[in-house]
């Protein structure tokens, strides 16, 4: 099983610039495996290396509905973006924190999978935010970055809460 853990904000890391992937050898292959469990375990739909305090550009996503459909992209680059719609987004570091974000309806992004291969993805909908979302935390940015002060109070206060009770449990 394996022994990742999700950084919780404001816990150090998230906010760490993920260095580009060049090695893709059985080692990465296998932290993408690890990747997945945790995800699929903490039942996310994205999630990404620096959330793990692991230094490498990539992330992991599944949004289909059955969770059956495993996507990892690596040095990911959205090179075009279309439209603007609003949609319902957690994030794990975030656990209990629910807020609507807007974000271009459609991208089209190019990546490696992960054996190094070029790849070009165009999605939208929940899979078009979840690359937004999961790109940005490869550069440090987080979805509460998205609100003013006073929401992003709220929803600190909110994931304060959540933690509390959780430790308390
Ligand atoms: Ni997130």
Redesign the pocket.
């Known amino acids: 099983m394996s022994t990742l853990k999700i950084l919780k904000y404001p816990q150090k890391g998230l906010r760490e610039i993920a260095p580009i992937v060049t090695q893709f050898d059985d080692a990465l292959r296998q932290t993408v495996k690890e990747m997945f469990e945790k995800m699929y375990a903490d039942q996310g739909c ?1 999630l ?1 290396a620096t ?1 793990l305090g692991l230094s490498l550009r990539l992330f992991v996503m599944d949004t289909s509905p059955q969770q059956n459909q495993p996507i990892c992209i690596i040095n990911p680059e959205i090179i075009s973006k279309e439209g603007e719609s609003i949609s319902e987004e957690g ?4 656990p209990g924190v629910y807020a609507r974000v807007m974000r271009a309806t459609k991208v089209t992004v190019n990546y490696q999978d992960e054996f190094g291969q070029p790849q070009t993805m165009t999605a939208d909908g929940l899979t078009s935010h979840c690359i937004q ?2 790109s940005e ?1 490869l550069d440090g940015v ?2 509460i970055d998205h609100f003013s002060k006073l929401k992003r109070m709220m929803m600190l206060k909110k994931l304060e809460k959540v933690q509390k009770a959780a430790a308390a449990e």
């Open positions: 994205g990404a959330q994030c794990l570091s975030f979302h999961e935390h987080l979805f």
